[in-house]
């Protein structure tokens, strides 16, 4: 069998390993300096520097996310014929794995199944139906909850950019007040 892959979790490990990592990781290398600069942001409350680039790191990561959790729904259209294609590309292992996780035998026709202890035979293949239902259920509800997460973590991002918004202006107009009150010969009150 494949390493770490159990009747459990070889589903979600399979739906995992296609989803887009890579992109993910850059997004959360860009969430995370978003954070640092937040840092600064908050320590030092005259400047603005900070907070705009926290901002713009804040509204890359947003761009990012909707994308990742866009990607991501565009492929629960094609549920089915994507998971046809992952079927088909597996070793004889893991498709025993998804049999016995499913309780099913092949994908679509239970006449191309792996021979296993939960389909030992074609007349137990034929009392069963094929994996296609039930695997597709599990993975429409599976990245339904992961593109779900996605933009609600995409709105949380545009809140933080009205609130950061409001915050420039407000640092704006403090820093306004300063240089009229400096002019009329009161320094910076």
Known sequence: MAGGLTTTNVARELLIMRSPLTATIIN?????????????????????????????????????????GLDIWYHTLKTRANLNDMWDQQAADIKSLLQAQFDCCGYISTAMFMQDSICPDVTVAASKQGCAARFSDFANGFLNLIFTASFGFVALDVILLLCVGMVLKDRQEKQRYRHIDEKNGFGGL
């Open 28 to 68: 959360a290398g860009f969430i995370f300096a978003a954070f640092l600069l937040s840092l600064p942001a908050l320590a030092l409350p005259t400047t603005r520097v900070w907070l705009k680039a926290h901002g713009w790191l804040v509204f890359i990561s947003a761009i990012l996310t909707l994308v990742i």
